[in-house]
C-alpha cells in the first residue's frame, strides 16, 4: 500500500537512529515526535529515555515538528488518532503516548511489550484499506475471556483498533467465569472440536472457521484472520449453536 510505504521511507530518511543497549533482549522499536522549548520534550531526550535503555532494549527514531518529514508523519498519525495538542509524542506498537503521559504510561507500556517478547516498527492504519472495508463481508468474532486476566484489557484494546480499521467487524464477548458465558464457551468448543484440555484456556477466540487459543490471541493473528474472512460471507460463531447466548457487545 502507497501509505505504507510512504511510511518505510519516513523511518529510513531525515532522522536519527539511536538504540539502547543491544546485548539486551527483547527489542522494543518507538516512533517519537519532538518540539522545541518543550520541558517535557528535553526531559524525555535528556533523563527519561536515557533511564530506560539501561533497563531495555530499545531501538527508536527521533523526528523534529520542523522537519518535513515529521509533519506528513504527524499528519497521518493524526488520520488515525485524531487531533493531537501535546508533544511530545510516541507510537510504540499499537499505542499512542503523548505529553505528560510519558510519566504515567511509558515505561509500563515499554514493560508489557517486553512482557510479551518486544515490538517492531510502529505503522500507522492503512486507511485506504478502511476505506475499501465497506465493500467486504462482515467478520463475526466470539471473544472468550476472564476479566480479571491481564490480557483482557489488551485484548478488548486490540479489538476496539482493529474496529476503526476493518468497519465491518462484529466481535461478542462472553465472560467464562458466567454461567451463560461458560455454556457458550462449551458449545462453541465442541462446535468447532477443541480440544478437550483447552475448553477452559483463556483468551479464546473463533473467527470464520479458525480457533485462537491462550498466546495465539495477538494482533496480528487477529488482523491475518479478518482480512481472511472480510473476503467471503460467513455465519456468525454464535449463531452456529443451538443455546441461547447473551454476549456482550
Known sequence: MKKTFFLILLICSSCVLLSGNSDESPKIHLLILLTEDCFVCNDLQNN???????KHYLEYTLYYDYDDSAKSLLSEIEQGFGKIEDFPIILMGNELITGDEIYSKLETTID???SLGGCCVPLLFDFEE?????????????????????????????LEKLKQMYILLDF???????ENGKQVNDALC????????????????????????EDQVNYDAIKMLIKRYQENEDIA?????????????
Open 237 to 249: 460463531p454464535w449463531e452456529r449453536i443451538s443455546i441461547k447466548n447473551k454476549g456482550e457487545k
Open 190 to 213: 465442541t462446535f468447532f472440536n477443541v480440544a478437550e484440555k483447552n475448553y477452559n484456556k483463556t483468551p479464546k477466540m473463533f473467527i470464520g472457521d479458525d480457533t485462537l487459543i
Open 112 to 114: 508489557e511489550y517486553a
Open 130 to 158: 478502511k476505506q475499501q472495508s465497506s465493500d467486504k463481508f462482515p467478520v463475526h468474532i466470539a471473544y472468550i475471556y476472564r476479566k480479571d486476566s491481564a490480557e483482557f484489557e489488551r485484548t478488548l484494546s486490540n
Open 48 to 54: 527519561i529515555l536515557p533511564e530506560l535503555e539501561s
Open 172 to 178: 461478542k464477548k462472553y465472560n467464562i467465569d458466567t
